[in-house]
């Protein structure tokens, strides 16, 4: 079956990166695109930006644009987001998800999730 | 890239419907008919319930209805039942940037 499958769980100092990976199976990977949205505790989903996984074209939230980094390595079907200077603000869980092309805000399904804990 | 604006909260009793707005602007909810809208229950991923702003994925009730006019969405859930009480997000698509917006989120109370 279709499926997203996340890395797990990382505690990260203030200042530093953290990179969450997604890892496709049951679907060509490149035949749909893989968006990142996060979640901080009792808060909404917020969009963070996707990327094309055919031609790796990416579009970032302009309230990351600097910070946040999406990747994909076709042939281990696995998309990446790498997120740099931490600070607690970013202690959320990590969410990754499938959309078409053709309509990039219908999301499914979803990866499991990574929580990233922001701490000193 | 401002969220789109939904109730806080919504309730309603068992058999009943309820129905959640998500307002966004011209170039966002009004501009396409790329609005979906998403069921949270604590602890869980999101689950994708409307898209396209009518339509139903595969296995999803048809107590659940999704509708558009203007600038602002609805998610409808008819015959409330217990397990309908979730967070429920709208999402979307905005515009010439390629990007997605999300709602603030409505938690619905099944009473």
């Known amino acids: 079956q279709v499926q997203l499958v996340q890395s797990g769980a990382e505690v990260k100092e203030p200042g530093a990166s953290v990179k969450v990976s997604c890892k496709a199976s049951?679907?060509?990977?490149?035949?749909?695109?893989v968006h990142w949205v996060r979640q901080a505790p009792g808060q909404r989903l917020e969009w963070m930006g996707w990327?094309?996984?055919?031609?790796?074209?990416?579009k970032y939230s302009q309230k990351f644009q600097g910070r946040v980094t999406i990747t994909r390595d076709t042939s281990a079907s696995t998309a990446y987001m790498e997120l740099s200077s931490l600070r607690s603000e970013d202690t959320a869980v990590y969410y990754c998800?499938?959309?078409?092309?053709?309509?990039?805000?219908?999301?499914?399904?979803w990866g499991q999730g990574t929580l990233v804990i922001v701490s000193s | 890239q401002s969220a789109l604006t939904q109730p806080p909260s919504a309730s309603g009793s068992p058999g009943q419907s309820v129905t959640i707005s998500c307002s966004g602007t011209?170039?966002?909810?009004?501009?396409?008919?790329?609005v979906s809208w998403y069921q949270q229950h604590p602890g869980k991923a999101p689950k994708l319930m409307i898209y396209?702003?009518?339509k139903r994925p595969s296995g999803v009730p048809d107590r659940f209805s999704g509708s558009k006019s203007g600038n602002t969405a609805s998610l409808t859930v008819s015959r409330l039942e217990a397990d309908d009480e979730a967070d429920y997000y709208c999402?979307?698509?905005?515009?010439?940037?390629?990007?997605?917006?999300f709602g603030g989120g409505t938690k619905l109370t099944v009473l």
């Open positions: 998800a499938r959309s078409t092309y053709y309509d990039i805000s219908r999301f499914g399904p």
């Open positions: 049951g679907y060509t990977f490149t035949s749909y695109a």
């Open positions: 990327i094309n996984t055919a031609n790796e074209n990416t």
């Open positions: 396209e702003v009518t």
């Open positions: 011209n170039n966002d909810v009004g501009g396409y008919n790329f």
């Open positions: 999402s979307s698509f905005a515009g010439n940037n390629l990007h997605v917006v």
